[in-house]
């Protein structure tokens, strides 16, 4: 199994651009998360979804859209490209959190490798 | 929302043991994870602790949970250099589909 997957696995923008982030999870996740990393600040929740068809803000959504039309997808979309989202993008998906402490059951979020964005 | 404080720095010798600290403020996560990021690479998780436990043992790996004092650490024993990396605390957010409220990091570097 590829796990989660994300393309590209780095970009140069011009400010004012706009591109798609794609994330893809062949675990039959339902739920699924965009976070950004920037150096000395851990990870922000951008958006999450907890299915087809659902989609939630996190912390810092501004600047960013996403869908979920697939269990297996959830690409995001950078209108107007701005330098303050240069970063590295992380996708990731989990099962829901269980109490039996059985495997898959753990809320363990799985991540992709990353994509690093460079706005200029 | 869940906030999660690390120290930002540890420098050990190798062969000698790494604790690593974490306070958060939210107990109502049923778990607690410790995730691994190698450089350039996604996170992985490295283990985690059910928060009806007070500690959890894998090989290397020892996690303490104090609830009262809201505090989780991260003993490696016998730290190789091949355990430099940045280690992240976690908790659940509970009103974010699970998600994870990660710590800053702390950046482990281990010197031969």
């Known amino acids: 199994n590829a796990g989660v997957t994300q393309t590209p696995k780095f970009r140069i923008l011009k400010i004012g651009q706009s591109m798609t982030l794609q994330c893809a999870q062949d675990m039959n996740h339902n739920y699924m998360y965009w976070y950004r990393q920037d150096p000395g600040m851990g990870l922000k929740l951008i958006y999450y979804?907890?299915?087809?068809?659902?989609?939630d803000k996190g912390e810092v959504p501004n600047g960013y859209n996403v869908s979920r039309s697939t269990t297996e997808d959830f690409p995001l979309r950078l209108e107007l490209a701005a330098p303050s989202q240069t970063s590295v993008y992380f996708c990731a998906s989990s099962l829901p959190t269980g109490t039996s402490g059985r495997t898959g059951e753990t809320g363990e979020l799985f991540f992709g490798e990353g994509s690093r964005l460079t706005v200029l | 929302g869940e906030d999660v404080e690390q120290s930002l720095f540890l420098s050990v010798r190798e062969g000698d043991s790494s604790v690593i600290n974490c306070t958060y403020t939210d107990s109502s996560s049923t778990y607690l994870y410790w995730y691994k990021q190698e450089p350039g690479a996604g996170l992985q998780l490295l283990t985690y602790i059910f928060s009806n436990m007070d500690m959890k043992q894998d090989q290397r790996l020892t996690v303490l949970l104090n609830k009262k004092d809201k505090h989780l650490s991260l003993r490696i024993a016998d730290t190789q250099t091949g355990d430099s990396a940045i280690y992240f605390c976690?908790?659940?957010?509970?009103?974010?589909?699970?998600?994870?409220?990660f710590g800053k990091g702390t950046s482990l570097l281990v010197t031969p």
């Open positions: 976690a908790g659940v957010e509970p009103n974010s589909g699970y998600a994870l409220n």
């Open positions: 979804s907890v299915g087809a068809g659902i989609t």
